[in-house]
Nanobody
Framework: QVQLVESGGGLVQAGGSLRLSCAAS????????MGWFRQAPGKEREFVAR????????SYADSVKGRFTISRDNAKNTVYLQLNSLKPEDTAVYYC????????????????WGQGTQVTVSS
């Protein structure tokens, strides 16, 4: 079992940057592919980015491609999401998630979830 704790959210002006972190418990972090999702008020949770177990493979939603970067440090049991060139439409609660098999684009492919961290982008 994996417990995930996100941090790093906050209030930022449009065009600014934030770095989200997700710390995982347990000694098997490297056996999980990881993903970031977000959920804005009144909207469904949506895929943002994912990263393979080794960190060698990544993919992004079209809406964040070129602005966000996912990375991981298996020695620190942590996955990161660097958010650059933020827009008001990026405002949401951001969640990290762990997948025991394949980290897909849908939330149902993930087994464990953090509690989320709020990102608010002002115009």
């Amino acid at each position: 079992q994996v417990q995930l704790v996100e941090s790093g959210g906050g209030l930022v002006q449009a065009g600014g940057s934030l770095r989200l972190s997700c710390a995982a418990s347990g000694r098997t972090f490297s056996s999980y592919a990881m993903g970031w999702f977000r959920q804005a008020p009144g909207k469904e949770r949506e895929f943002v980015a994912r990263i393979s177990r080794s960190g060698g493979g990544t993919s992004y939603a079209d809406s964040v491609k070129g602005r966000f970067t996912i990375s991981r440090d298996n020695a620190k049991n942590t996955v990161y999401l660097q958010l650059n060139s933020l827009k008001p439409e990026d405002t949401a609660v951001y969640y990290c998630a762990a997948a025991g098999l394949v980290a897909g684009l849908e939330a149902k492919t993930y087994n464990y979830w953090g509690q989320g961290t709020q990102v608010t982008v002002s115009s």
